[in-house]
């Protein structure tokens, strides 16, 4: 049988994501940027998966309000407190739904799409027993995804250099543990660089 599986997507407060990008961009065209990549990530959750099992986890009220008009289910964190905090609120939230199974989601991914989405859903259901698909970020060790099935126990490790540990935490659950890479998943927006790799791609492709 199928596991219950739900999507949850992370979404920091629009006006205050990404300011490490403040050098190179106003914050005109930063809220622009951060209101684009949400809307690539929730519309594909949306259409990867069931939309009565799509959750945004959002950091504040504007973010919330945005996700609401795309569809998703919403929950608000009343006192954000960073990545690792929203996933596991996320994580707690589907659970006590039913959920047998979890993609977690970066909504700062520029190429994410559907289709991406479902090849890491379709490894995971496609994994015989307890299980952990890491999606890893373009050149800094990082994650941009977790599938987890079961839910818990897992301790999440999202932050710099966050693939090795979550390894080393599967391995400590009795996980099997697999890497997925995935260019429309690998690149997410955090630093000025990533803004010239996106445009890069952009332009071969």
Do not use: C, K, M
């Given at each position: 049988m199928t596991p219950a599986t739900w999507i949850v997507v992370l979404l920091k407060e629009l006006a205050t994501a990404k300011t490490r990008l403040s050098s190179v961009l106003p914050a005109d065209e930063r809220l622009h940027l951060v209101e684009e990549n949400a809307t690539l990530a929730l519309r594909a959750a949306l259409e990867a998966q069931d939309a009565g099992r799509t959750l945004a986890v959002c950091g504040g009220p504007e973010a919330a309000r945005f996700a609401a008009r795309l569809g998703a289910r919403v929950l608000l964190e009343t006192d954000p407190q960073g990545q690792n905090h929203a996933a596991r609120s996320g994580l707690t939230a589907v659970e006590a739904r039913g959920a047998e199974a979890c993609l977690l989601v970066s909504s700062d991914?520029?190429?994410?799409?559907?289709?991406?989405?479902?090849?890491?859903?379709?490894?995971?259901?496609?994994?015989?027993?307890?299980?952990?698909?890491?999606?890893?970020?373009?050149?800094?060790?990082?994650?941009?995804?977790?599938?987890?099935?079961?839910?818990?126990?897992?301790?999440?490790?999202?932050?710099?250099?966050?693939?090795?540990?979550?390894?080393?935490?599967?391995?400590?659950?009795?996980?099997?543990?697999?890497?997925?890479?995935?260019?429309?998943?690998?690149?997410?927006?955090?630093?000025?660089?990533?803004?010239?790799?996106?445009?890069?791609?952009?332009?071969?492709?």
């Open positions: 991914l520029p190429l994410v799409d559907a289709a991406s989405l479902r090849r890491v859903l379709d490894l995971g259901r496609l994994s015989g027993g307890p299980v952990a698909v890491a999606v890893p970020a373009l050149g800094r060790q990082g994650t941009n995804a977790l599938y987890l099935r079961p839910i818990s126990p897992f301790d999440l490790q999202f932050g710099n250099a966050s693939l090795p540990r979550f390894a080393a935490e599967a391995e400590r659950r009795g996980r099997t543990f697999l890497v997925h890479h995935d260019p429309a998943l690998a690149l997410d927006l955090d630093e000025p660089a990533d803004l010239a790799t996106l445009a890069q791609l952009r332009a071969s492709a």
